[in-house]
């Protein structure tokens, strides 16, 4: 079992950046896939990325060309750089290891508005 903690949520205008991050306690390396989901109120958990332990990343069509999800294996830390931020982006954002067993961090929230 590996604790997953983020951090780097809050409020941002549209338009804006964030860069969310997610600690883990243990070692990432033999973890295949980190990724990274969302929930907004009202709405199911949705996958935004995901990367493999050999750096291949996968987005969500709705944030394909403004995040970048990345891992640094050497540090068990995990990042989401958000870009180009709309209020349709607020969400609490999730992280979570997807290995034989899955974990998941505590969230952290973001908000997107002027």
């Known amino acids: 079992q590996v604790q997953l903690v983020e951090s780097g949520g809050g409020l941002v205008q549209p338009g804006g950046s964030l860069r969310l991050s997610c600690a883990a306690s243990?070692?990432?390396?033999?973890?295949?896939?980190m990724g990274w989901y969302r929930q907004a109120p009202g709405k199911q958990r949705e996958l935004v990325a995901s990367?493999?332990?050999?750096?291949?990343?996968n987005y969500a069509d709705s944030v394909k060309g403004r995040f970048t999800i990345s891992r640094d294996n050497s540090k068990n830390t995990v990042y989401l750089q958000m870009n180009s931020l709309t209020p349709e982006d607020t969400a609490v954002y999730y992280c979570?290891?997807?290995?034989?067993?899955?974990?998941w961090g505590q969230g952290t929230q973001v908000t997107v508005s002027s």
């Open positions: 243990g070692s990432i390396f033999s973890i295949p896939v």
């Open positions: 979570a290891s997807m290995g034989i067993r899955w974990d």
């Open positions: 990367i493999t332990s050999a750096g291949s990343g």
